[in-house]
């Protein structure tokens, strides 16, 4: 440099010059929130002591002096705005009637549940607010709320307008490519054509990883058997290969949102998202992701959960007979709700509804939300969970252990000797190492995100020594490193299982106790938990519900409770009764359900409807395949063949609506033809719905499934351990998680008229019979029931398809003299 510029030396001065006056940090400083009051630290003091009031019967001095203790902490750390912001966003959520509450570490602060954002009294609960807050200021509040879905937009909006369109935005979210997707978008740069794409794609699963697709095609034997041809397509496998994890797109965060006193485009690129319902609504994405935002502004997390939803919709629905009536006023301690959750009644309960769940609640024989809890922990985090999970259910039921030490029983002894949730590893950290709130919570993370590398065995050796120094034996010691070090897959804070355990609790009730009500918002929620709509309106009907059909002159946009008659007529049964919405019909616009619903009923005949809402062709057709008509004209192969006459009638109506009012009489039905057979009716209906309305598919197979000895999935469910059998049912929820021996084990749930049955597949089963398993749409599955603390289970031994009759009939209008029967050997 100095040869370059020897001729003008100042120059090289000034660099030296310019790199000192440089900063080291160029990332923008922390900005504020927006101030809600002129004393944040008084105020926030005031409404805790109220909601302490309102929220506990009797105040201790024990529990004031945590209120106090927390709120010296919340304050002297200068997050008192953070808490008025959550406070003031519920509060407003509540006077709208929006169903919400806390998840996450903030459930562990007392001060949250005073101050009504979280539904768990973590002062009942003994939590350790340490691990949400603790002392040393080394780590911000994680403010994490969950509020119904369809209203969260609504709340982020409240804080828009409240707080300025430019002060509010959400994170970016980084998309990448899935398996499908990608096939999709390299068989389009492929130039492949549209079917052969489409064909493709929906052979490969969810479970089929790109970089693993050329092997997967040879090995699994679903696609093995798929007729793809792997020659054909090996540039489509090569490319999606290469495109594994590769970004797709920039969008709008789920739930985390960030605010400002200062404009957010002052310190980092923001973009709009193009929704909302005004210009002032449009939603800011900054295009940063959570983990940056975090450096420089105060992140919410406005999440929704769908489970809030079904406790929404049933209180609205309940509330129209009991004003005073409130889901959050419930108890979560009638022992009824356990009970249900012990006995497998799980079907359609938010967090609760996997058959993991609802095995786990039956082997830990659940008594009280604490057990629930403990279910939530140990299954919720999924296959890499930390929660040795058979180890607690043992010790729960009875089996024998010990604790050496005092302090091991303070901290694991509610959990039978076992950790079970994240604060535990900070409380073991704190009392046998000597570490600071800070530190535990570090020392914790780092534990769990270097789990591949084995962090907690390289801090093994000086975790002893501190342990040892601190007076404690090399026994105990060893004790506390393996329980420390064993923690290191994904687990939950314990307010959050609480949290989720409560939603359960609660739900649980309503479906046990209001359960017309509970269906209905259950089934307007959806996708709201783990089974679809098919099965839930299953569920309602061996519920004792009846579920009545689509009408155009009763249903609406939601699900309707009513009244039904008995088998008696003269007998009403009151909320006996569920209506299916309009919503259901597949292919109707939302523009011809509005009409539909805002034009005066009844709608006196079959043309009267067509004139007054013009739908188009194909919905006037699904309408009438459901049986939305028919109440109408109850020959339906017989309104199909009137729509162009339908049509033409509301045509000459309309053309003669300004001229004199001459009469238009209605075309003529035809009578002489024959309507749709039975067979025709249910496929129909299920085509168009998606589900069956007055029962299930294989009630109608039932007779020819028993001659060949198949029984249904209640009888499985009753049999003894070891007891051989044979079902047959509509597979579902199939799923395949990784083992340690990379062998494949496949559970699916089989669900037939009377519920479910849990099927296990091993990788030999998986192997033969892997086609049928996948790609059946009924199966017949012979096996055998196993049992494990009286949860039973069903082991396949062989899988083969089922063809119902129902489907040859509605083909051929006649039952065949020969037919493509199921294997039973």
């Known amino acids: 440099m100095h040869t370059l510029y020897q001729d003008a030396p100042d120059l090289i001065a000034n660099t030296l010059l310019i790199a000192d006056l440089c900063e080291d940090n160029v990332l923008p400083g922390r900005t504020e929130l927006p101030p809600v009051t002129d004393n944040p630290n008084q105020m926030l003091r005031e409404v805790t002591y109220a909601g302490m009031h309102e929220w506990h019967r009797n105040v201790t001095p024990p529990l004031k002096a945590r209120i106090n203790r927390e709120l010296d902490r919340i304050i002297s750390l200068g997050y008192a705005n953070h808490f008025l912001v959550a406070w003031d966003m519920c509060q407003w959520a509540s006077e709208k009637n929006i169903q919400f509450s806390g998840r996450g570490s903030v459930v562990d602060a007392a001060v949250a549940f005073c101050l009504g954002f979280s539904r768990i009294d973590a002062f009942t609960h003994n939590l350790h607010f340490e691990r949400f807050l603790p002392p040393d200021g080394t780590k911000q509040p994680d403010i994490d709320i969950d509020f119904e879905a369809k209203r969260r937009d609504d709340v982020r909006n409240y804080l828009i307008h409240k707080y300025g369109k430019d002060h509010v935005a959400t994170v970016a979210a980084i998309g990448s490519y899935r398996v499908r997707g990608i096939i999709r978008e390299v068989g389009k740069a492929l130039a492949l054509p549209d079917p052969l794409i489409g064909f493709l794609a929906k052979k490969v699963h969810g479970s089929v990883n790109p970089e693993s697709l050329y092997e997967a095609l040879q090995k699994r034997p679903e696609l093995r058997d798929s007729k793809i041809s792997r020659e054909r397509f090996q540039w489509v496998f090569k490319l999606a290969e290469n495109l594994q994890d590769v970004p797709r797109n920039m969008r709008a965060h789920s739930s985390g949102v960030v605010i400002s006193q200062s404009p957010i485009a002052d310190t980092v690129p923001v973009m709009w998202s193009g929704s909302g319902d005004d210009q002032d609504s449009y939603l800011r994405i900054i295009q940063w992701d959570k983990r940056s935002a975090k450096h420089c502004y105060v992140k919410f997390d406005i999440l929704c959960l769908r489970g809030q939803d079904v406790l929404s919709g049933t209180e609205s629905r309940l509330r129209q007979s009991d ?78 252990y010990s604790l050496s030490d005092p302090g091991l029983e303070r901290i694991v002894g509610d959990t039978y000797g076992i950790v079970v949730f994240q604060e535990q590893i900070d409380q073991l950290l704190e009392h046998f190492v000597g570490y600071s709130g800070g530190e535990a919570e570090e020392t914790r993370e780092k534990i769990h995100e270097k789990r591949h590398h084995n962090y907690g065995e390289t801090i093994a050796d000086s975790l002893r020594r501190r342990i040892i120094e601190r007076g404690h034996t ?38 046990q106790n209001f359960p017309a009500e509970y269906f209905a918002a259950l089934l307007d929620a959806q996708p709201a938990g783990y089974y679809g709509p098919a099965t839930l309106v299953n569920e309602a009907r061996i519920r004792g519900l009846q579920v009545l059909p689509v009408d155009v002159n009763l249903s609406h946009d939601h699900v309707l409770v009513e ?146 000895g198949g029984i249904t999935a209640s009888q499985a469910r009753q049999l003894p351990h070891g007891a051989k059998a044979f079902i047959v049912g509509n597979p579902i929820r199939l799923r395949m998680p990784p083992t340690p021996s990379g062998k ?82």
């Open 474 to 511: 090399p026994e105990i010691a060893e004790e506390v490193l393996q329980l420390i070090i064993g923690f290191k897959g994904y687990g939950f804070a314990q307010g959050h299982a609480l949290a989720f355990a409560e939603i359960s609790a609660r739900s649980v009730y309503c479906q």
């Open 323 to 400: 004003p005073t009536f409130r889901v959050s006023k419930l108890e979560t301690d009638d022992p009824t709700i356990y009970a249900a959750m012990r006995s497998h009644q799980t079907v359609g309960i938010p967090q609760s509804a996997s058959p993991a769940m609802t095995q786990a609640h039956a082997r830990i024989r659940t008594q009280n939300l604490k057990d629930a809890s403990l279910v939530q922990a140990g299954i919720r985090p999924g296959v890499g969970g930390a929660v040795k999970l058979n180890t607690l259910i043992a010790r729960r039921n009875g089996e024998k």
């Open 744 to 825: 494949r084990v496949v559970f699916f749930d089989l669900e037939d008229e009377t519920g479910l049955m849990n099927v296990t597949c091993f990788d030999d089963t998986y192997q033969k019979y892997g086609h049928s398993i996948i790609l059946s749409r009924f199966a017949t599955v012979i096996g055998e029931i196993q049992r494990r603390e009286d949860y039973p289970a069903f082991i396949a031994h062989s899988v083969h398809p089922y063809h119902p009759l129902l489907f040859t009939d509605s083909q051929t209008n006649r039952t065949p003299a020969k037919t493509a029967d199921f294997l039973v050997g």
């Open 563 to 708: 009244d039904i008659r008995a088998d008696d007529p003269t007998l009403i049964i009151p909320r006996g009764g569920i209506r299916l919405d309009l919503g259901l019909v597949h292919g109707l616009s939302r523009q011809t359900l509005h009409r539909i619903i805002e034009s005066p009923r009844p709608f006196t005949s079959f043309f009267d409807f067509v004139t007054r809402i013009r739908p188009r062709r194909d919905e006037l057709e699904q309408l009438i395949l459901c049986g939305a008509l028919d109440s109408l004209h109850l020959h339906r192969r017989a309104m199909l063949w009137s729509i162009n006459a339908a049509f033409q009638h509301a045509r000459t109506i309309l053309e003669s609506a300004h001229t004199l009012p001459f009469a238009h009489p209605e075309p003529p039905i035809p009578t002489d033809i024959p309507d749709l057979n039975p067979a025709e009716r249910l496929l129909s209906e299920r085509n168009v719905l998606g589900l069956d309305i007055h029962q299930h598919l294989l009630a109608y197979e039932r007779a020819r499934i028993q001659t060949k």
